[in-house]
């Protein structure tokens, strides 16, 4: 019997050293994929993968490519619970300390699809930290799915939806007062990619980040 070939597709760094790392661990014939236009149906169909994994994808990936194959994506909340946009953001402002990643079957809908499984996740920490956290739980999560090959669950309850933060967001409010508040802030900003927390007085613009101060004059 012919090995099965596997496909991941991640633009994130720590999701890419992560797949090095663990790759060697698991079965099969893997394949990676680092930019949106290497996801094509011609490269897809030379591959033929049993499942494309999406631990993190910012492109909207065709439905030719999800309805022809298994692709599983991850997200960081009890689905239907947090649907959407910035997830780790979204729960750390609304006073979360925990949630779980959820491994789903992609469909037309955002974070709709079914559930393969599910794994705890501390939302303590620096947003990279918690993004490094969640890599390492995620190929946990794959490399159990391509073990057992589990049919996936239809989401039950009713769906709440996450919007996706902008960057003038990342200001810290005059509204807070608590110095917890104010640490949450910072702290969930805090990776790469994302704008960091910050206060602008005057032409002065003040960005935080790593909890210490860079100043920024306009």
């Known amino acids: 019997m012919s090995e099965l070939n596997y496909l991941v597709a991640t633009i994130?760094?720590?999701?890419?050293?992560?797949?090095?790392?663990?790759?060697?661990?698991?079965s099969g014939r893997w394949h990676l994929i680092t930019e949106p236009s290497q996801l094509t149906s011609e490269l897809i169909e030379t591959i033929n993968p049993r499942y494309i994994f999406f631990p993190h994808w910012s492109d909207k990936v065709p439905a030719k490519i999800f309805d022809r194959y298994e692709c599983v994506c991850f997200h960081e909340t009890d689905v239907p619970f947090?649907?959407?946009g910035s997830p780790i953001q979204n729960l750390i402002e609304r006073g979360y300390q925990e949630t779980v990643i959820t491994a789903l079957q992609m469909t037309e809908i955002l974070d709709a699809g079914p559930?393969?499984?599910?794994?705890?996740?501390?939302?303590?920490?620096?947003?990279?930290?918690?993004?490094?956290?969640?890599?390492e739980i995620i190929f946990t999560l794959i490399k159990e799915i391509v073990m057992s090959e589990p049919k996936p669950i239809p989401q039950t309850g009713m769906a709440t939806v996450f919007?996706?933060?902008?960057?003038?967001q990342s200001v810290i409010s005059k509204d807070r007062d608590q110095l917890t508040s104010i640490?949450?802030?910072?702290?969930?900003?805090?990776?790469?990619d994302y704008p960091p927390a910050f206060i602008e007085y005057g032409?002065?613009?003040?960005?935080?980040?790593?909890?210490?101060?860079d100043f920024f004059i306009n």
């Open 12 to 26: 994130k760094p720590w999701h890419i050293e992560q797949y090095h790392t663990t790759i060697s661990e698991l």
């Open 82 to 84: 947090g649907r959407g």
């Open 115 to 135: 559930v393969y499984t599910q794994h705890p996740l501390s939302l303590l920490g620096l947003a990279e930290e918690i993004y490094l956290r969640s890599s």
């Open 163 to 168: 919007k996706r933060r902008t960057a003038d």
């Open 183 to 192: 640490f949450d802030h910072i702290r969930m900003l805090d990776a790469q």
């Open 203 to 213: 032409n002065i613009r003040i960005e935080f980040t790593r909890l210490a101060l």
